[in-house]
């Protein structure tokens, strides 16, 4: 980061009240707030802000001299911090006197690049280990690939050699065989037959033992073959990270380089910026106390004619709703009326109904006694 960027945002992070192009936060025209609010504004108003500006102005100038501190020093200062140092300081303290500043910790600009290095350099080291692991490991597994396959080798030839002697067996044995036959039936011929005949079992049983140890053998061969191959990828992704670390410190020691000729550069152009920032700021300061002064005229005007308007809307919104309000309650009454009508007719239908039924059950209960007394009479004729 250059230093003329550096310094702009060292005004740019000071809090919003203390610097002198500071955005001037009025609330919306439209708000309750505001019809109040901003016609309370006095004279007082435009002095706060001439008296910020004063303050943004001792604060860019404190940022800046921290720069040409560190220019002088060889070393470099966070602006950032410097400002923050300046701009969330008590009110009190907040504006330090002319030619004191407060002494702020030095910052590395190069810090990361250094740590980059130190880094790679701790990577070398460590993968520089990983291959000596490595390397001893691919060498234990070579040589146990070796014997293994010499044990092979070995089990091959018993192998071969168990089969010539089954072979040799069978011979004798067909040739006793034979010679028994010859003889017709001689003692020692059968002796030698049945002798031989145990040496030809003797010879199987040898071979396929041997059959078995080869069989083990390849097994372990294979087996050995994979851990081999294993170790030696292992091996080669060491080897790889190796170099790999070894490029990172070359990469890392370039950027160092060319980050230290950077701020030596950037230094340079510190008091150039600082000198051009205080005139900017003096000039900003300057206009902004002018538009804040013709805005707050404007908005007292603007808000004298809204609340006028509101008032007179207000008091039409207040007429329209009282009539409103009236012919409701009106209607309501009339409503009540009507309800009030029909629940009448409704109880007199009902109680028209109740004389009916009982007019009814006792029509009924005269007829049943008539009726009674006229079969009573009927049955005296007989």
Not at 99 to 123: H, Y
Not at 132 to 155: F, H, P, Q, R
């Given at each position: 980061?250059?230093?003329?960027?550096?310094?702009?945002?060292?005004?740019?992070?000071?809090?919003?009240?203390?610097?002198?192009?500071?955005?001037?936060?009025?609330?919306?025209?439209?708000?309750?707030?505001?019809?109040?609010?901003?016609?309370?504004?006095?004279?007082?108003?435009?002095?706060?802000?001439?008296?910020?500006?004063?303050?943004?102005?001792?604060?860019?100038?404190?940022?800046?001299?921290?720069?040409?501190?560190?220019?002088?020093?060889?070393?470099?200062?966070?602006?950032?911090?410097?400002?923050?140092?300046?701009?969330?300081?008590?009110?009190?303290?907040?504006?330090?006197?002319?030619?004191?500043?407060?002494?702020?910790?030095?910052?590395?600009?190069?810090?990361?690049?250094?740590?980059?290095?130190?880094?790679?350099?701790?990577?070398?080291?460590?993968?520089?280990?990983?291959?000596?692991?490595?390397?001893?490991?691919?060498?234990?597994?070579?040589?146990?690939?070796?014997?293994?396959?010499?044990?092979?080798?070995?089990?091959?030839?018993?192998?071969?050699?168990?089969?010539?002697?089954?072979?040799?067996?069978?011979?004798?044995?067909?040739?006793?065989?034979?010679?028994?036959?010859?003889?017709?039936?001689?003692?020692?011929?059968?002796?030698?037959?049945?002798?031989?005949?145990?040496?030809?079992?003797?010879?199987?049983?040898?071979?396929?033992?041997?059959?078995?140890?080869?069989?083990?053998a390849k097994l372990a061969k294979k087996n050995a073959g994979k851990v081999a191959a294993s170790a030696n990828t292992g091996f080669e992704k060491a080897t790889k990270s190796e170099e790999t670390a070894k490029k990172n410190i070359t990469t890392a020691t370039t950027k160092l380089s060319s980050a230290q000729k950077k701020v030596i550069e950037n230094e340079k152009k510190a008091a150039e910026q600082k000198a051009k920032a205080e005139k900017e700021a003096k000039k900003k300061a300057k206009k902004d106390a002018e538009i804040k002064a013709q805005k707050l005229k404007k908005e007292k005007k603007a808000d004298k004619e809204k609340k006028e308007k509101e008032m007179k809307a207000k008091a039409k919104a207040d007429k329209k709703q009282k009539e409103a309000n009236a012919k409701i309650a009106k209607d309501v009454a009339e409503k009540q009326k009507a309800l009030k009508q029909i629940a009448n007719k409704k109880a007199a239908l009902e109680r028209a109904e109740k004389d009916a039924e009982q007019k009814a059950k006792s029509l009924e209960s005269t007829i049943s006694k008539e009726k009674a007394e006229l079969e009573k009479a009927r049955g005296g004729k007989k």
């Open positions: 980061m250059r230093l003329h960027t550096l310094a702009l945002a060292s005004i740019l992070s000071l809090a919003p009240g203390t610097c002198a192009f500071a955005p001037i936060h009025t609330p919306k025209i439209g708000s309750a707030s505001t019809s109040t609010s901003s016609l309370s504004l006095k004279e007082s108003d435009i002095e706060t802000s001439v008296e910020q500006a004063k303050k943004g102005l001792l604060s860019v100038f404190a940022a800046s001299t921290i720069f040409l501190a560190s220019s002088a020093t060889g070393s470099f200062v966070d602006p950032a911090f410097a400002a923050t140092n300046t701009a969330t300081a008590p009110p009190a303290t907040a504006t330090p006197a002319k030619g004191k500043v407060a002494a702020a910790p030095v910052v590395d600009p190069v810090a990361s690049e250094k740590a980059a290095l130190e880094t790679a350099k701790s990577q070398l080291a460590s993968s520089s280990v990983e291959v000596g692991k490595a390397k001893k490991v691919l060498g234990e597994a070579n040589t146990a690939l070796a014997k293994a396959s010499d044990i092979e080798s070995a089990s091959e030839k018993k192998l071969l050699a168990s089969k010539k002697a089954l072979i040799a067996a069978n011979d004798k044995l067909a040739d006793a065989k034979a010679k028994e036959g010859r003889n017709g039936g001689d003692l020692n011929a059968m002796k030698e037959v049945e002798s031989l005949a145990s040496k030809v079992g003797a010879a199987k049983d040898n071979l396929k033992a041997a059959e078995k140890d080869l069989t083990n």
